[in-house]
């Protein structure tokens, strides 16, 4: 019995989100049955679901040996077998939480599979008739036997039964006595079991789906949304205080802190603002308009904006321009935190390459 795996794919046919896997299931055609298979996903050795069997295992087709040590032809069955686990929104959170903290931003989980299966331990014992002036090294004490037996040899045949394992004989069916008996090598130790034993095969599997295939297969199908994949270099990092918080902020963004995210971040805004008022002056073009109409003001541009998230009870009382909303409305989630943390990376490149602009030109 051995089981091994092959894929993994989104379940297209499921109302919620679930992953299907494919293993390949080997067993020995008359000797071994697969009567149950089980198994669970882990994801950063957390277990976020179990898996359920899809595929019908196949009936049954034990039958008892030959003979020991034979060939019987009937080779082994390869099969594949499907399994499924259903993902609800908290556990898709754990995954996309685990790619965060992956430098590749893949998924890498562990599968725990068990079989149960029924072990044959029948085989057939034959027990042949011959008669003893028909087997040679016995035919010379052939009138000792009748003298012990009192038998009149002249008169009666005697026969002899043989206990044997026979290999082409028997399939002419001139045995004549056939048993059912314990395979005592497969029994070992522990004889008188019977003829069938369940045994129980463990395999783990550490497995991993890209980054790509996540985004462009799985995550569409979860209802996870379209995902578009941006890159911001980092540079030279000339604003090294405004990266050291960008770091901050990605811990915050890992843990869903999403007042962590903001805070971080809203200090980038405060560091650039400040080193990019010093180094142009206050009344530059490239201050006042480049870079203020990005910034903003106090409720506006990003300065008002990634502070949201931080002045949620003062919103709830009053909002810009005096606007008043129901209080469940306000709040922040973490669309707010992907996008205020992206934003504010693209900020630094921004203020970055001004200033580096600045210097060519001089």
Same mark, same amino acid.
């Given at each position: 019995?051995?089981?091994?795996?092959?894929?993994?794919?989104?379940?297209?046919?499921?109302?919620?989100?679930?992953?299907?896997?494919?293993?390949?299931?080997?067993?020995?055609?008359?000797?071994?049955?697969?009567?149950?298979?089980?198994?669970?996903?882990?994801?950063?050795?957390?277990?976020?679901?179990?898996?359920?069997?899809?595929?019908?295992?196949?009936? @049954?087709?034990?039958?008892?040996?030959?003979?020991?040590?034979?060939?019987?032809?009937?080779?082994?069955?390869?099969?594949?077998?499907?399994?499924?686990?259903?993902?609800?929104?908290?556990?898709?959170?754990?995954?996309?939480?685990?790619?965060?903290?992956?430098?590749?931003?893949?998924?890498?989980?562990?599968?725990?599979?068990?079989?149960?299966?029924?072990?044959?331990?029948?085989?057939?014992?034959?027990?042949?008739?011959?008669?003893?002036?028909?087997?040679?090294?016995?035919?010379?004490?052939? $009138?000792?036997?009748?003298?012990?037996?009192?038998?009149?040899?002249?008169?009666?045949?005697? !026969?002899?039964?043989?206990?044997?394992?026979?290999?082409?004989?028997?399939?002419?069916?001139?045995? $004549?006595?056939?048993?059912?008996?314990?395979?005592?090598?497969?029994?070992?130790?522990?004889?008188?079991?019977?003829?069938?034993?369940?045994?129980?095969?463990?395999?783990?599997?550490?497995?991993?789906?890209? @980054?790509?295939?996540?985004?462009?297969?799985?995550?569409?199908?979860?209802?996870?949304?379209?995902?578009?994949?941006?890159?911001?270099?980092?540079?030279?990092?000339?604003?090294?205080?405004?990266? !050291?918080?960008?770091?901050?902020?990605?811990?915050?963004?890992?843990?869903?802190?999403?007042?962590?995210?903001?805070?971080?971040?809203?200090?980038?805004?405060?560091?650039?603002?400040?080193?990019?008022?010093?180094?142009?002056? !206050?009344?530059?073009?490239?201050?006042?308009?480049?870079?203020?109409?990005?910034?903003?003001?106090?409720?506006?541009?990003?300065?008002?904006?990634?502070?949201?998230?931080?002045?949620?009870?003062?919103?709830? $009382?009053?909002?810009?321009?005096?606007?008043?909303?129901?209080?469940?409305?306000?709040?922040?989630?973490?669309?707010?935190?992907?996008?205020?943390?992206?934003?504010?990376?693209?900020?630094?490149?921004?203020?970055?390459?001004?200033?580096?602009?600045?210097?060519?030109?001089?």
């Amino acid at each position: 019995m051995e089981i091994t795996y092959k894929s993994v794919a989104p379940a297209q046919n499921y109302a919620q989100s679930a992953l299907r896997f494919t293993f390949s299931l080997k067993f020995g055609r008359s000797q071994e049955s697969p009567i149950h298979v089980s198994g669970k996903l882990s994801i950063q050795d957390k277990i976020i679901g179990f898996l359920n069997l899809e595929t019908p295992l196949p009936a @049954s087709n034990l039958q008892a040996l030959r003979f020991r040590g034979a060939d019987t032809g009937l080779g082994d069955v390869l099969i594949d077998i499907t399994m499924s686990v259903v993902l609800n929104r908290y556990e898709l959170d754990m995954v996309e939480r685990s790619r965060r903290d992956n430098k590749k931003g893949d998924v890498e989980f562990k599968l725990s599979v068990s079989v149960r299966y029924l072990r044959n331990l029948a085989e057939l014992s034959q027990i042949k008739v011959l008669p003893l002036n028909n087997v040679p090294f016995a035919k010379q004490y052939y $009138n000792e036997v009748a003298k012990i037996l009192n038998l009149d040899a002249a008169r009666i045949p005697i !026969e002899l039964l043989f206990h044997a394992f026979q290999g082409g004989e028997y399939y002419q069916n001139n045995s $004549n006595l056939l048993f059912v008996v314990e395979n005592a090598e497969a029994v070992g130790n522990n004889p008188g079991g019977g003829y069938l034993i369940t045994e129980m095969l463990n395999r783990e599997y550490n497995e991993r789906i890209h @980054s790509s295939d996540w985004i462009n297969d799985f995550a569409p199908v979860f209802g996870l949304g379209e995902f578009f994949v941006v890159e911001i270099p980092t540079g030279n990092k000339t604003i090294k205080d405004a990266w !050291e918080l960008i770091s901050k902020a990605e811990m915050s963004y890992k843990k869903w802190d999403i007042e962590g995210v903001a805070s971080s971040c809203r200090l980038v805004g405060q560091n650039l603002d400040g080193y990019l008022k010093e180094k142009f002056g !206050e009344k530059s073009f490239t201050y006042n308009e480049r870079w203020g109409r990005i910034y903003g003001a106090a409720k506006t541009g990003f300065k008002g904006w990634v502070s949201m998230p931080l002045h949620s009870e003062d919103i709830k $009382n009053e909002g810009a321009g005096g606007a008043k909303y129901e209080r469940p409305d306000v709040k922040s989630d973490e669309a707010d935190a992907e996008s205020i943390l992206l934003i504010t990376k693209a900020l630094i490149k921004y203020a970055e390459k001004l200033v580096h602009d600045s210097n060519r030109e001089t």
